[in-house]
């Protein structure tokens, strides 16, 4: 029902920049909740951003320098990071979850992109 696709990743090096988006396909009227998670090697998944239609969270470790933001036009989430750190390197995923579908129904998720891998590396 519900498909995610992210794009963005790359090499950067530390203090750098690189901007994430995710677009979601399927039988989409809205998106209540999109966000970021990253799972570094060795560790668990944890949340970064998350987004609902009103109001943006982040975690403690990335803010002031990561904005997520969305375009339910285009059923899109972005995560712009800035002052990039080795630190932040990981398998960046796209997270939505209570879509109001086409025709009628929720569907509750939550629903995953494949990821994308982020390296921050001089």
């Known amino acids: 029902q519900v498909q995610l696709v992210e794009s963005g990743g790359g090499l950067v090096q530390p203090g750098g920049s690189l901007g994430l988006s995710c677009a979601a396909s399927?039988?989409?009227?809205?998106?209540?909740?999109m966000g970021w998670y990253r799972q570094a090697p060795g560790k668990e998944r944890e949340l970064v951003a998350v987004i609902t239609d009103g109001t943006n969270s982040y975690a403690d470790s990335v803010k002031g320098r990561f904005t997520i933001s969305r375009d339910n036009a285009k059923k899109t989430v972005y995560l712009q990071m800035n002052s990039l750190k080795p630190e932040d390197t990981a398998v960046y995923y796209c997270n939505a979850g209570g879509v109001i579908l086409i025709g009628g129904g929720i569907a509750r998720g939550p629903y995953w992109g494949q990821g994308t891998q982020v390296t921050v590396s001089s």
């Open positions: 399927g039988r989409i009227l809205f998106i209540n909740t």
